[in-house]
């Protein structure tokens, strides 16, 4: 035991002093979009009735010098500002094609051989500068000061107050135009054209197998960077150009998501590009050096094939086939989220129940309505330990008032049974009745007066148990202003544990029935000789030794100390704590991760009242065991078990045991800070990456060619494909930890969830002062608030 403590002692001592920055800005993406009717969810803006005729694309300009994009459509050309107005410029026609970038467009209308080509300069109004007619136009591009590049099946021709000028021979596919310097791709050439430089490079052909420092040709795109001189070329792969002519092809050796980026746009320094499987954003420079973001399906694009994209910095306006979005960049902070997902709660809340809600259109809030489900009190219970944390650091009777409303609704599936302390999974009213008991599960009739005419779903699984009592114990700890509040929820967990520990069926939680529950066993019997309950040996053991010690913090009564003495010694309950983790792939369930984390918090916020009234050390087998389970699982960058972790590391460092003369040498190898490092930036990237929006939009990651797929077997034998690295959480569809984060693909597009498992580990984060960058005084106070025992002590 002391080799595996020592080693555990080395892993959490790397906790203290973690430092995430929860106030300072960051970047996140958030989707406008405009549709035709009956092209995306009913919430959606609706496009403008003239572009709905078919978009042609969408480019960079300036209105009034204003930034934002041109759109185009067959017929009408509007401009989209960053203030997501639309604003019709009165240019119409019937046109093949749009160039733009500053103040000026160039609209293309063709004949089977020819094209007229109208130059516009929009400042209050859009007016005609120029028209041309030339051969058959296959790409176009304009500069800030008008002059237009016109590439054609045969030649490139440089426009000048509408006189043509022929630049180069060839079948050309794609050009840009930036302050007099040309880029122009050509069938076997790439052409670089300015008052000091003619040059070209070839185009690899891959019908011949001839190589050029390009991607095969036709090249679908140009894009380049006014302020950077940056060169961008679209292809089976991205192709960058440094402002030296260097070519550099990016594709999976850079890490780059999908292939067929066939339009481009890049400005600032910021690259975009896209095509039939979304967008991708990076950032000019060398290959090591790149970072990518990969957006795509309705969290962020509009449906259909990606037209063209508008880069405006790391804001971006892309048009669609069904559709127009704009991806613009906004400075959040990991407070200012929190306080976004406030907003998602009234229409979540059923009965003072958190569970999400499902909706009967597609993506459309507006329809989405709560539902029952068979943990209706573990989800809740989320929200109760997040409102109860931030209610400890705000005081804000807002925030109080809230807070009780969920656990009102908590204590009701407790009251609805009839039974003490037996919680039901959920509950329904008379006119819910039908729908619920449709849904499956075994369902009761309430016979507790004033709840006449209500069902309650019964044989409650220990995932039940777990929430309620993280949620009370978090309760007591950080939100009881009085004794009375704290007698309040030492009476609830009081009667639970009765349920539990009493005779006839000793440590199993009894229904309504009078027998144990299915999955409500926590028994040496059932724990060490029955094979069903093998992989929920070590998981039960640390549950109900966890709220043995709840227990007894609470309510002062040594019975409850006793029963974990005889658990933990005559029935080896803490050392079967050391290996409940699961590793083995057909098993390993996601699910009990989270059933292992709560109570983890749940034993190390109570074991300090206990540990000078108990013969034998209450923190060895614990740190051992989270040792060992954090080292699984921190691979996840998991911000709810990394900030569960902190906070139960900073429990212990505040121990009688741990300011002992006997880890006098412990403490003096605690220096490791690559693992405070690392565990930092989990936490941090995991909540900026939560994405803004809940619903669980359909996702697909597994064709991507930066992910590494894990063919490894799957629990239940499952064949869902699965990565090894944990992609950003706005990348995928997971948006609970009782689910897989390798999870590659799904999503339906009709659930939104709860927010819990974001407001969790950020108040968390809070409470123990994992933030820094908050004002000193702000802080301070914060420390003292979150680390007071019960009965004002603190912990310091």
């Given amino acids: ?100 970038k500053g103040e ?33 136009v296959k790409t176009c591009a ?109 594709g999976p050796r850079a890490r780059q998501p999908v292939n067929s980026t066939v339009v481009v746009s890049t400005f ?43 880069a405006i910095g790391r804001s971006a306006v892309i048009a669609t086939s069904r559709g127009l979005c704009f991806l613009r960049s906004e400075q959040w902070t990991l407070e200012k989220k929190a306080a976004h997902y406030i907003d998602v709660l009234p229409r979540q809340d059923r009965h003072g129940l958190l569970n999400g809600c499902r909706m009967t259109k597609f993506g459309d809030l507006r329809t989405c309505v ?38 009102q609704g908590m204590r009701n599936l407790l009251g609805i049974t009839g039974v ?25 009739n309430s016979t507790v007066p004033g709840w006449e005419g209500w069902i309650w779903k019964g044989d409650t699984s220990s ?35 009765s349920n539990i520990v009493s005779e006839p069926f000793p440590f199993s939680l009894v229904d309504i029935t009078g027998a144990p529950t299915t999955w409500g066993r926590w028994d040496p019997e059932t724990l060490n000789e029955n094979r069903n309950f093998s992989d929920g040996r070590g998981l039960n053991s640390l549950q109900i030794l966890s709220w043995l010690l709840l227990g007894h913090k609470v309510t002062g009564k040594d019975s409850y ?16 704590m050391l290996n409940l983790k699961i590793e083995w792939p057909e098993d390993d369930n996601f699910s009990d991760d989270e059933l292992t984390f709560l109570p983890y918090f749940t034993y190390f916020s109570s074991a300090g009242a206990a540990e000078a009234r108990l013969d034998f050390d209450v923190w060895r087998p614990a740190l051992a065991s989270i040792q060992r389970t954090f080292s699984i699982v921190a691979d996840e960058r998991s911000a709810l078990w990394g900030s569960i972790a902190l906070s139960c590391w900073d429990y212990f460092s505040r121990s009688a045991m741990h300011v002992s003369s006997a880890f006098a040498i412990a403490r003096g190898t605690m220096q490791l800070p690559e693992k405070r490092e690392l565990i930092s930036q989990a936490i941090q990237w995991n909540l900026e990456t939560w994405p803004l929006s809940l619903v669980d939009w359909p996702v697909k990651n597994s064709f991507r060619q930066d992910v590494r797929l894990n063919h490894e077997s799957q629990r239940n034998h499952g064949s869902t494909p699965i990565s090894f690295d944990v992609l950003p959480a706005n990348e995928r569809s997971q948006f609970r930890w009782n689910d897989d984060p390798h999870r590659l693909d799904g999503g339906s597009g009709v659930v939104e969830t709860d927010p819990g498992a974001f407001t969790l580990p950020y108040w968390l984060s809070r409470a123990f002062g994992l933030f820094v960058d908050f004002p000193a005084a702000l802080n301070t106070q914060e420390r003292d608030r979150a680390r007071r025992f019960p009965g004002g002590q603190t912990m310091v």
Wanted: hydrophobic content about 40%; charged content about 15%; overall charge negative.
């Fill in 268 to 310: 600032g320094g910021f690259v975009w590009a896209g095509g039939p499987e979304g967008v991708v954003l990076t950032q000019q420079g060398s290959a090591a050096e790149l970072n990518w973001r990969y957006f795509a399906g309705p969290r962020y694009l509009t449906p259909g094939t990606v037209l063209s994209i508008a």
């Fill in 463 to 497: 995932d039940e148990i777990v929430g309620h009592m993280f949620a009370y114990n978090a309760v007591h700890d950080f939100a009881s202003d009085t004794n009375v509040e704290r007698e309040e929820m030492a009476q609830i967990v009081d009667a639970v544990l």
């Fill in 142 to 250: 304009v500069d800030s000061s008008g002059d237009l590049v016109l590439g054609t099946n045969a030649e490139l021709l440089s426009v000048q107050d509408g006189h043509p000028t022929r630049l180069a021979i060839g079948n050309f596919s794609a050009v840009d135009i930036t302050s007099g310097r040309i880029v122009a791709a050509a069938t076997d050439k790439l052409h670089f054209l300015s008052s000091t430089e003619r040059r070209w490079e070839w185009v690899s052909k891959a019908s011949t197998g001839q190589g050029g420092p390009t991607d095969p040709g036709p090249l679908p795109s140009i894009s380049m960077d006014s302020e950077t001189g940056w060169v961008v070329l679209g292809g089976a792969e991205l192709s960058l150009v440094d402002p030296a002519g260097s070519v550099r092809r990016l």
């Fill in 1 to 100: 035991w002391l080799k595996i403590f020592d080693k555990a002692i080395l892993m959490l001592a790397g906790f203290v002093g973690v430092c995430i920055a929860g106030g300072v800005p960051y970047t996140e993406h958030v989707a406008a979009r405009w549709v035709a009717p009956g092209s995306g969810p009913a919430d959606w803006q609706l496009l403008p009735e003239s572009l709905r005729s078919g978009l042609l694309g969408v480019a960079p300009g300036a209105l009034n010098s204003k930034p934002g994009a041109y759109v185009a459509s067959t017929g009408a050309v509007w401009f989209l500002g960053e203030d997501l107005s639309l604003t019709d410029l009165n240019i119409s026609g019937r046109f093949e094609m749009m160039c733009a």
């Fill in 370 to 407: 709560p539902q029952t489900s068979d943990n209706d009190g573990l989800w809740t219970s989320l929200s109760v330990a997040s409102l109860a944390l931030e209610y400890n650091i705000t005081r804000s009777s807002t925030v109080k008032e809230r807070l009780n409303r969920y656990l």
């Fill in 420 to 444: 003490p302390g037996l919680p039901a999974r959920s509950l329904c009213s008379s006119a819910e009745a039908p729908v619920c008991v449709a849904g499956g599960g075994i369902w009761h």
């Fill in 104 to 136: 000026y467009i160039a609209t293309v209308s063709s004949t089977e051989n020819t094209s007229r080509v109208s130059l516009h300069r929009c400042q209050a109004r859009c007016t005609v500068v120029a028209t041309l007619a030339t051969q058959k």
């Fill in 561 to 576: 100390l006793k029963l974990y003495s005889a658990l933990s010694k005559r029935h080896g309950y803490a050392a079967n």
